[in-house]
């Protein structure tokens, strides 16, 4: 191999590793660990709250809303991957893959965080949606899940899992 091969070769391979740490292999950043929480706090809350509302509209017990309410969590959290994936293109059973591994971690943590909360808040599991205690203990389960749960994720996408997983698509 001549020099000038050389030298363009490594240059690849430099500019490979350079790439590879922007996007979830080696140290990931704070902030790219933020914005993957708030992603997955994002379809979490929605799905909370819609399962919060439907099982009370529908007079179920605690234990019925909550299940309704952590499925929806999830359900929401993987579909807002899962149509940013579609979107850029790629089919739909790699898509639910790549949702999977990029949402999981992050929604199993927060979920477990916020529902602890809200279980342990005394009153919260029996208040109604029109009490402040209920949205108190909910956003406030909200809040921790959310510092919990960001260095979780920055942990897994500066090893090239959970959200790392997406940026390719992006």
């Known amino acids: 191999m001549d020099h000038t091969a050389h030298q363009h070769e490594h240059r ?13 292999h080696g140290p990931a950043s704070w902030s790219m660990a933020a914005k993957a929480t ?5 379809g ?8 919060m509302v439907i099982g009370t509209w529908l007079m179920w017990g605690n234990a019925q809303t909550m299940a309704l309410a952590i499925g929806l969590a999830f359900l929401f959290g993987y579909s807002f991957t899962l149509f940013a994936v579609r979107r850029a293109g790629l089919d739909l059973k790699s898509a639910v893959k790549v949702a999977l591994a990029a949402d ?6 927060m979920e477990l965080v916020d529902n602890t909360i809200i279980a342990l808040t005394p009153g919260a599991m ?5 009490d402040g205690l209920f949205w108190y203990a909910l956003l406030g389960g909200f809040a921790v899940a959310f510092v919990l749960t960001t260095p979780v ?17 992006h």
Do not use: F, P
Not at 14 to 23: D, E, L, T, V, Y
Not at 104 to 109: H, K, N, Y
Not at 126 to 130: E, G, Q, R
Not at 153 to 169: S, T
């Open 12 to 24: 690849n391979h430099a500019g490979h590793q350079q790439h590879g740490r922007g996007h979830g």
């Open 38 to 42: 708030l992603h997955c706090l994002t």
């Open 44 to 51: 979490c809350a929605i799905g909370e709250i819609l399962g």
């Open 104 to 109: 999981t971690v992050s929604i199993a943590v």
């Open 126 to 130: 029996d208040a109604h949606l029109t």
């Open 153 to 169: 994720n920055k942990w897994m996408i500066g090893r090239g899992k959970g959200h790392a997983v997406v940026h390719a698509y």
